[in-house]
Each structure stands twice: as structure tokens, then as C-alpha cells.
């Protein structure tokens, strides 16, 4: 039991990113893999695209979208908050389905404090989408970067690259991943839950 399957490694690709050679996602509605589909079939010129969205999300009970949302609007490389207050103490930045286990926890500790934004698009990834997050949120607003990965897997080394080159000035990035280890899963449900709980509870503070 693991956060992902052995056979897909996120930073495999993302190490191989350079150039807007390919596009990686990890949407987290069924809106934005429609119009993720959509702009790929729509768009003149054709690169490859690595989807990263697990099978769990199928039947995740929040992981709906309203059928406007299908008929109208665009894939969004990001989402922005709509539940947490306008000024929050922490901003995290998540891709995939721990935001939804980030958005249980927040809930049920009714933490208004903390928002949360998801990087639907890791690759291509603009200095200005970041700039555009961050300016959502006042100065001295906590950031962290959240991955259910350990530390030296996943996308927290490319986060980090971005984040150095474009924000780092303006606002430290923190982050909450597993502790470094040499493969993805522990092999352990317990554990793996166990783990699971502490990243989460580290992100939220």
C-alpha cells in the first residue's frame, strides 16, 4: 500500500520536462478531465500528455462536478479556494487526490485559517501561475507544498525548482511529504494510514 502505484512515478516525468516538450496533469474533477481531454483533441499543435489522476478519485464521494461546469468554462491550471477565509495564516499547494483528504481534515477541525489552492498543471509551469497564486493571499501568509510521496519522490523537487526561480524572494516555500525513502509505498496498510495522518496533520499546523 503506497500513495501511488510503482509503475507510476510523477518525477520521472517531470525530470524529463524541459523546453514545453509535454504536459503533466493531476486534475482532481471530472470538469477538468473533460476539458483537459477537450483542449488536447482541440488544439492545433499536439504534444504528449501524462495524466496522473488515480482510480480512487472514481469513486471519491466529493469528486463531482455540476453538468455547467462541463457545458461552459476551460481546464483550469489551478483552483483556487472558495472555503477558507480571505485572510488565511497557511496556503497550501497540492496536486491530485490529497487535496480531498487536506479539505476532510480542514473541515472537520473547521480550520477557516488555512487555504488550500490545487496545481492542476505541474508541466508547463509558468512563473506567472505561481505569482498569480501567491498574490491571492497577504504578505506573511505561511506556504507549503503538500505531496503524499516522500520527500525525494514526486513533484516536490520540481515545486521547489520553480518555486527558488520565480517566488522564493517573496515568500518561503515550506512542505509536508513523507520522510525520504528508497521506494513510494510501504507495503503496509497500518503504516501507510499512519503516515498518511501525520502529513496531513503537519500541513494543516
Request: charged content about 30%; some cysteine.
Amino acid at each position: 500500500t503506497g500513495p501511488e502505484p510503482p509503475s507510476a512515478r510523477i518525477e520521472r516525468y517531470l525530470n524529463l520536462s524541459a523546453s514545453d516538450n509535454i504536459q503533466v496533469c493531476n486534475v482532481t474533477t471530472p470538469a477538468q478531465y473533460f476539458h483537459m481531454i477537450r483542449r488536447q483533441m482541440k488544439r492545433s499543435w499536439l504534444k504528449p500528455l501524462i495524466v496522473m489522476t488515480p482510480k480512487s478519485l472514481l469513486r471519491h464521494p466529493e469528486c463531482v462536478s455540476p453538468l455547467g461546469e462541463f457545458s461552459e468554462g476551460c481546464f483550469q491550471k489551478y483552483i483556487p479556494d472558495d472555503w477558507a477565509s480571505d485572510k488565511p495564516s497557511r496556503l497550501l499547494i497540492c496536486s491530485g487526490k490529497v487535496y480531498y483528504d487536506l479539505h476532510d481534515a480542514r473541515k472537520e477541525g473547521d480550520r477557516k485559517d488555512v487555504a488550500i489552492v490545487r496545481l492542476e498543471q505541474l508541466y508547463p509551469l509558468k512563473d506567472e501561475t505561481l505569482h498569480e497564486i501567491v498574490g491571492r493571499y497577504p504578505e506573511g501568509t505561511e506556504v507549503y507544498w503538500v505531496q503524499e510521496e516522500p520527500e525525494n519522490m514526486g513533484p516536490c523537487v520540481h515545486m521547489r525548482w520553480h518555486w527558488d526561480r520565480a517566488v522564493k524572494r517573496e515568500r518561503p516555500l515550506q512542505w509536508s511529504a513523507r520522510e525520504i525513502s528508497a521506494s513510494p509505498a510501504t507495503g503496509s496498510k497500518r503504516r501507510h494510514k499512519q503516515e498518511q495522518h501525520e502529513l496531513i496533520e503537519r500541513a494543516l499546523g
